[in-house]
């Protein structure tokens, strides 16, 4: 089946980094995601990975992907306060095919 | 980049009455759109996939004949709710691939999310 599971909440120091985590269960995924959603809004892609990759970096966004243990995560670098938000983890078997996302992360930023 | 609009943000509505929400790709061809449910402080739930030119295909545990799902053409689908009732007060996100961007087709698009209040 298709799931995908993160942690609740995340609170970090201003200036610190800041790590989700994300496990999936479909093996077939091929497609794996992190948006942002900020209070009252729609979604943002930030930065997506194909399977047959273990790491992309994007700015201060970096993304590790362990096939084998099927886990994800984004490492986000000198976190700011602008980056309140939920951070939602996805997958998908194909680029046409429906996303299936993970609970969300609330992550929360403290001076 | 690509645009998808949602209408309306919000709609408050009394129980036993239908809504009819409606999703556009502004700038690209969707023969596929998505109908996604947010519960308060949780993930989105699939609802169903939206087929231009066919019938939607809902996800196991979504009525069918409660959300009505039309996709009369490229650009536009509509997702309805029929006989409102309170606890389908939710904020209900639509979703467009645009499939002509190239490597960046992987992205699926979103709309600003529709607010429902049945009361």
């Known amino acids: 089946g298709e799931d995908v599971e993160q942690s609740l909440f995340l609170s970090v120091r201003e200036g610190d980094s800041s790590v989700i985590n994300c496990t999936y269960t479909?093996?077939?995924?091929?497609?794996l995601y992190w948006y942002k959603q900020e209070p009252g809004a729609g979604l943002q892609l930030l930065t997506y990975?194909?399977?047959?990759?273990d790491m992309k970096q994007d700015q201060r966004l970096t993304v590790l992907l362990n096939k084998k243990d099927k886990h994800l995560s984004l490492r986000i670098a000198d976190t700011q306060t602008g980056d309140s938000a939920i951070y939602f983890c996805?997958?998908?078997?194909?680029?046409?095919?429906?996303?299936?996302f993970g609970s969300g992360t609330r992550l929360s930023i403290r001076p | 980049g690509a645009v998808v609009s949602q209408h309306p943000s919000r709609v408050i509505c009394k129980s036993g009455t239908s809504v009819k929400i409606e999703c556009r790709s502004l700038d690209f061809q969707a023969t596929t759109m998505f109908w996604y449910r947010q519960f308060p402080k949780q993930s989105l739930m699939l609802m169903a996939t939206?087929?231009?030119?066919?019938?939607?295909?809902?996800e196991q545990g979504v009525e069918k004949d409660k959300f009505l799902i039309n996709h009369a053409s490229l650009t536009l689908s509509t997702l309805t709710v029929t006989s409102a009732h309170p606890e389908d007060s939710s904020f209900y996100i639509c979703?467009?691939?645009?499939?002509?961007?190239?490597?960046?087709?992987?992205?699926?698009?979103f709309g600003q999310g529709t607010r429902l209040t049945v009361v």
């Open positions: 939206s087929n231009e030119g066919s019938k939607a295909t809902y």
């Open positions: 479909d093996s077939s995924s091929t497609y």
């Open positions: 996805a997958e998908s078997r194909s680029s046409a095919s429906k996303i299936i």
């Open positions: 990975i194909f399977s047959n990759m």
């Open positions: 979703s467009a691939r645009d499939p002509g961007t190239g490597l960046m087709n992987t992205e699926a698009f």
